[in-house]
C-alpha cells in the first residue's frame, strides 16, 4: 500500500479568456473541475496504484460563481492505498500548479511544478529513517500537449502503439 497525493490548481478565468461562456459555466458541457482538471490525476493515480474500489469527492463553491469550482477526491485503490486529489479553478491569480506525491513503504518521490529543483527522492529505511536520495531538474522537455498530440499523430499512422488504451481514458473518468 502506499499513499497517492496531487493537486493541479490555477486561477480561472485566465486572462483574456470568457469564463462565464457556457463550456465551463454549464457543468453538462464542460463536466466541472474534476473532468477538465482533475481526471488527469485520477488517470495518473490509477496507473500508480492500480484501480479504483471506492470513491468520495466533494465539489464546491468559491467567489459566487453558479458552478463548483474546487474538488476534492479521495480514493481507496484495490491494492490498499490511498489517494488524494485536489483540483480547483478558485486558486489566486498567478502560475498554474500541479503538484504529486507517491509514497510507499520503501521511500517518497514528490514533484512540484514551482520548485527547482522540480523531482525529489527519498528513501525510507527502518534504520537510518529517510534519506534524500537526491533533486533534479524537470525532466519534461517538451510541451507536454504537443508531445501528447505527436504522439497521437504516431498511433494514427501506424508507427507507434498508444501509451495509454481507451479504456484506461474511460476508467478515469
Not at 518521490?109 to 534524500?132: N, T
Amino acid at each position: 500500500p502506499g499513499v497517492f497525493r496531487s493537486a493541479r490548481c490555477g486561477s480561472f478565468p485566465r486572462p483574456g479568456r470568457d469564463f462565464s461562456a457556457p463550456y465551463y459555466a454549464d457543468f453538462n458541457q464542460s463536466g466541472g473541475v474534476v473532468l477538465d482538471v482533475a481526471v488527469h490525476d485520477i488517470d495518473f493515480a490509477r496507473w500508480c496504484c492500480g484501480d479504483v474500489e471506492r470513491v468520495f469527492a466533494r465539489g464546491l463553491t468559491f467567489a459566487g460563481r453558479q458552478y463548483q469550482d474546487h474538488a476534492l477526491i479521495t480514493l481507496r485503490f484495490a491494492s490498499g492505498a490511498i489517494g488524494h486529489i485536489e483540483a480547483s479553478w478558485s486558486h489566486p491569480r498567478g502560475n498554474f500548479r500541479t503538484r504529486v506525491e507517491v509514497a510507499g513503504d520503501g521511500g517518497l518521490v514528490e514533484w512540484d511544478s514551482l520548485d527547482r529543483p522540480a523531482l525529489v527522492a527519498e528513501l525510507y529505511d527502518a534504520e537510518q529513517g529517510f534519506r534524500h536520495l537526491g533533486s533534479s531538474p524537470s525532466s519534461v522537455t517538451d510541451e507536454p500537449y504537443y508531445a501528447e498530440l505527436a504522439h497521437f499523430v504516431e498511433v494514427v499512422e501506424g508507427r507507434a502503439e498508444p501509451v495509454v488504451t481507451a479504456r484506461d481514458g474511460l476508467e478515469a473518468v
